[in-house]
C-alpha cells in the first residue's frame, strides 16, 4: 500500500493506495508499482491509447528485507533515475558488506561501532540485514532514528529488539552497534562512545577517496539505488524504445542506450543536479 505516515515529523499521504491499482484521468491510466527503493515508494506508469511512459523515480533491484521488490514494468518510454550511472558502480552483495561490520564488531569488542546511514529506508535496512546475518544483540539508535525506525516496525517490518543510545552508560556502548545520521558520525555526539569504529552504509563508499575524506574507518558498500549492472539490465527488460535520464550520471547512461540503438537523451529537473550526493539526507536530519 502507498501510505506513509513516518511520525509527527513527517508528512501523510490522505489516500492509501495499492501497488497496481488503477486510476483513471479521462483516457489516462495510472498504476503505481513497487520500486525496490524504500518502503512505500513506487515507480508511475501511465497510459495513454497505446503508449505506456514509465517514471521510476528512486529505484534498486537488488534484495532488500524492508520493502516491496522491484517490479520490472514493460513500457514504450522508460524515465530512469542514475545516481549510480557509471561503469565504476557495481555495489555488489550487500550481505557481504555486513559480514565486514560483523567481522570488525567480533575483532574489537571492546569498541562501539557507529555506523552513518540515512533515517528513511538505509538504517532499516542495514539493522534488517543484520538480523538475517544472525546478529540478534540490542542495536542502538541515535533519536533522529527512532520515529522512522518504529514506523517500519509498524508495517511488520521484523528488526528485533532497539534501544536508544540516548541515557547509555558509556562503558556500556562497548561491543554494540549504532545506527546514526551520516553527520553524527563526525559531531561531538560521538564522544558518549568507547573509542568508536566510524562506518558508513552508502554506494559511494564505492569510491575510497570518500571514505578517507570523510574519516570513515570501516566503508560499507549498501546502497538503496541501482548501480550500473542494475540500471542497464532494468533498461532492456523494460522493452522501452525511449530513455530518459535523470537525476545522476545522465551522459555515461545516455552513450550505452545509444549503442543499443535506443532513443534516449538527458532529462533536466529543477532541484536536482547540484547535489554532491543524490543520497544526501534532509538538513534537519543532518542537524538532529
Known amino acids: 500500500m ?158 528485533g529488539e532497539l534501544r536508544p543510545a540516548k541515557g547509555m552508560k558509556k562503558a556500556d556502548l562497548a561491543g554494540t552497534i549504532t545506527l546514526a545520521p551520516p553527520s553524527a558520525t563526525s559531531d561531538i555526539w560521538t564522544r558518549r562512545f568507547p573509542d568508536p569504529v566510524t562506518a558508513f552504509a552508502s554506494g559511494w563508499m564505492r569510491v575510497r577517496a570518500r571514505a578517507r575524506q570523510r574519516g570513515i574507518e570501516l566503508p560499507l558498500v549498501i546502497s538503496d539505488h541501482a548501480d550500473w549492472d542494475g540500471l542497464t539490465a532494468t533498461i532492456e527488460a523494460t522493452g522501452a524504445g525511449e530513455i530518459w535520464v535523470t537525476h545522476g550520471q545522465e551522459d555515461a547512461l545516455v552513450h550505452w542506450c545509444k549503442t543499443k540503438g535506443l532513443a534516449a537523451r538527458p532529462l533536466d529537473l529543477v532541484g536536482y543536479g547540484d547535489e554532491d550526493e543524490h543520497e544526501a539526507p534532509p538538513a534537519n536530519e543532518a542537524e538532529a
Not at 537488488?62 to 550511472?85: K, N
Open 2 to 159: 502507498m501510505r506513509l505516515r513516518y511520525g509527527d515529523n513527517f508528512a501523510a499521504s490522505t489516500q492509501a493506495i495499492a501497488y497496481g491499482e488503477e486510476l483513471r484521468l479521462g483516457d489516462v491510466k495510472i498504476k503505481f508499482h513497487p520500486a525496490g527503493h524504500v518502503l512505500g515508494s513506487a515507480q508511475i506508469a501511465v497510459t495513454c491509447k497505446d503508449t505506456c511512459i514509465v517514471a521510476s523515480g528512486d529505484y534498486k533491484d537488488a534484495s532488500d528485507p524492508t520493502c516491496a521488490p522491484f517490479e520490472v514494468v514493460p513500457c514504450d518510454v522508460f524515465i530512469t533515475e542514475a545516481t549510480f550511472g557509471l561503469p565504476v558502480f557495481r555495489h555488489g552483495n550487500a550481505a557481504d558488506e555486513v559480514k565486514k561490520l560483523l567481522a570488525s564488531v567480533a575483532l574489537f569488542p571492546e569498541r562501539a561501532h557507529l555506523v552513518g546511514a540515512y533515517s528513511l529506508g538505509k538504517a532499516q535496512r542495514v539493522i534488517a540485514l543484520l538480523r538475517e546475518a544472525g546478529y540478534d544483540a540490542p542495536i542502538y539508535l541515535h533519536g533522529a532514528m527512532e520515529a522512522i525506525t518504529h514506523y517500519y516496525q509498524s508495517r511488520g517490518v521484523a528488526l
